[in-house]
């Protein structure tokens, strides 16, 4: 069982390009999660989704776009990215989005935008 | 809202002594309380959480944590610890808005010989 799986594993990103950071799980988890970690201020949420073909905002949007097609798939994408999106990123996913879930992470994927 | 504060941000421990890491919240009601480790370069792993019954909470790898009222407090313990446990430990509660996951600034946990 592979879990959460995230890709890239690392980027290095010119400002102003396009990015997209793939998220897949495969334990059926309704609920999905993006965060991103910065030193100093642990991780704050970005956008979550409780259900395939419903999201909403987290802690820290701005800038930041997802979509749920299906259950599997969370992918966040940036429009245009800014050296302030450098960060590593982290996708979980848990059962059903109740407060009491247990949340699964992915391995991360560290974005480094120049 | 709820929030959670980790007041220390590095501890060293010497393997085989015990360990406290600090968490405090700010709630009205009976919270739901979580730590976390991060392992070094590594995703999120629950070690144990709390939201109702018995305040004293067992976890993995040997981890527990208490839920003190009294005190805003949900410190985790260790009795005795290993190199392993070397990582970044993360307190977190849902918050009033969303109910989703709100976490402390973290602590890093350093293990000496």
């Known amino acids: 069982i592979a879990g959460i799986t995230q890709a890239p594993t690392s980027q290095i990103l010119a400002a102003g390009r396009r990015m997209t950071l793939r998220c897949t799980q495969d334990m059926r988890h309704n609920a999905m999660y993006w965060y991103r970690q910065d030193l100093g201020l642990g991780l704050r949420l970005i956008h979550y989704?409780?259900?395939?073909?419903?999201?909403g905002k987290g802690e820290v949007p701005d800038g930041y776009s997802v979509s749920r097609a299906n259950t599997d798939d969370f992918p966040l994408t940036l429009a245009s990215a800014v050296p302030s999106q450098t960060s590593v990123y982290f996708c979980?996913?848990?059962?059903?989005?109740?407060?009491?879930?247990?949340?699964?992470f992915g391995p991360g994927t560290r974005l480094t935008v120049l | 809202a709820q929030s959670v504060t980790q007041p220390d941000i590095h501890i060293t421990v010497s393997e085989g002594a015990s360990l406290e890491l600090r968490c405090n919240y700010s709630?009205?009601?009976?919270?739901?309380l979580f730590w976390y480790v991060q392992s070094p370069g590594q995703g999120l792993q629950l070690l144990l959480k709390?939201?109702?019954?018995?305040?004293l909470v067992q976890g993995i790898k040997g981890f527990e944590a208490e839920f003190k009222r009294s005190q805003s407090s949900f410190n985790l313990r260790k009795p005795s610890v290993h190199w392993s446990d070397a990582a970044e430990y993360f307190c977190a509660a849902p918050n009033f808005g969303n109910e989703k996951l709100t976490f402390g600034t973290g602590t890093r946990l350093t293990i000496i010989p």
């Open positions: 709390y939201f109702s019954g018995d305040t």
């Open positions: 979980a996913s848990s059962l059903t989005g109740g407060k009491s879930d247990t949340q699964y």
């Open positions: 989704s409780n259900t395939a073909g419903t999201t």
């Open positions: 709630y009205g009601a009976t919270p739901y």
